[in-house]
């Protein structure tokens, strides 16, 4: 959390939450879902001077072929980390 005051982090992680939950639940129904989509979806072009990801983990049975690393890495690609 990068900002000074506590409702502005509020805010922030209120907004990943929400992008999190429009992931999981509207994007990419079919039975081979896209985790890129969802953290795309989850950063929702926001940037590092408000809150930096520094891991994601897919946990669910869909996504169990899913690197961590590689989701990791691409975080770092995506400039939020």
Same mark, same amino acid.
């Given at each position: 959390?990068? #900002?000074?005051? %506590?409702?502005?982090?509020?805010? %922030?992680? $209120? !907004? /990943? $939450?929400?992008?999190?939950?429009? $992931? %999981?639940?509207?994007?990419? +129904? @079919?039975?081979? +879902?896209? +985790?890129?989509?969802?953290?795309?979806?989850?950063? @929702? *072009?926001?940037?590092?001077?408000? !809150?930096? !990801? #520094?891991? /994601?983990? =897919?946990?669910?049975?869909? =996504?169990? *072929?899913? @690197? +961590?690393? %590689?989701?990791?890495?691409?975080?770092?690609?995506? $400039?939020?980390?």
């Amino acid at each position: 959390m990068m #900002d000074s005051e %506590a409702t502005l982090q509020q805010e %922030a992680l $209120g !907004i /990943v $939450g929400v992008n999190l939950v429009y $992931g %999981a639940c509207s994007l990419d +129904p @079919d039975p081979d +879902p896209d +985790p890129e989509l969802r953290l795309q979806s989850m950063l @929702d *072009n926001r940037t590092t001077d408000r !809150i930096e !990801i #520094d891991r /994601v983990e =897919f946990s669910v049975i869909e =996504f169990r *072929n899913v @690197d +961590p690393r %590689a989701m990791s890495l691409r975080l770092v690609q995506l $400039g939020q980390s």
